[in-house]
């Protein structure tokens, strides 16, 4: 029988179009023990109203989310706007998400569960494809490079070292607030050859949370 898995049946709806994008990753962080000491509904409740939030946020900056999976998202800044505006526009949407999940700690997290939600967030910058790609649910935004990987690997490497907001070296040199940090290293990001200079322009996590004891009182 002939294998015809590989037979395009349709063209894209749009031809790729090589563009200079701001790239920002997001993840939350303390899901899994919120999964483990509250009702999976009540979590997934939770974590759509946060992303709900950051989506407006995303939109209100210019914005465009190209995919939510799970308690992360994945945002491009630039598709109307140039790169410089479109960097700046990253960096203050990722500051108002750092706002709300504070809001939003003081008012429900820390009270009614003793221990903040927090998340990680990478932002990058760089030339990408973009098109629209679409297999069941027809055409949707597709935004593939290196810097998309750059990016992610950025939000990954949050956690590692300590710091919940990291900026390539190349985006943060077109933000306007330059003040926003003094901390940068170079790191080896997985999968990536070279080495990256990144700047630390977030804080440390919180290092108290005991999600055992969370467990516990939480019966």
Do not use: C
């Not at 029988?1 to 997001?26: G, Q, S, V, W």
């Not at 979590?43 to 999976?69: D, P, Y």
């Not at 070292?161 to 926003?180: F, G, K, V």
């Amino acid at each position: 029988m002939e294998n015809n898995y590989l037979t395009l049946t349709a063209p894209p709806a749009i031809a790729d179009e090589e563009r200079e994008l701001a790239i920002l990753f997001l993840d939350l962080r303390n899901f899994t023990g919120l999964m483990e000491a509250q009702p999976g509904q009540t979590v997934i409740q939770i974590v759509r109203r946060l992303l709900t939030a950051f989506n407006h946020i995303v939109k209100k900056f210019e914005g465009k989310v190209v995919e939510v999976a799970g308690d992360s998202m994945y945002a491009v800044f630039g598709l109307q706007t140039d790169l410089k505006t479109s960097v700046n526009n990253g960096y203050l949407a990722a500051k108002t998400m750092f706002q709300t999940i504070d809001l939003f700690n003081k008012a429900y997290a820390e009270p009614y569960y003793g221990a903040p939600l927090e998340m990680g967030i990478g932002l990058h910058a760089g030339k990408v494809f973009v098109g629209e790609f679409g297999l069941d649910n027809g055409p949707q935004l597709s935004v593939m490079g290196l810097p998309v990987n750059i990016a992610a690997r950025l939000q990954a490497k949050t956690k590692e070292l300590d710091n919940d907001l990291i900026i390539s070296e190349y985006a943060y040199q077109l933000i306007a607030d330059r003040t926003l940090t003094t901390q940068h290293q170079n790191v080896k990001l997985k999968g990536i050859s070279h080495g990256q200079q990144v700047w630390l322009a977030g804080k440390p996590y919180n290092a108290d949370q005991d999600w055992d004891y969370l467990m516990a009182i939480s019966g």
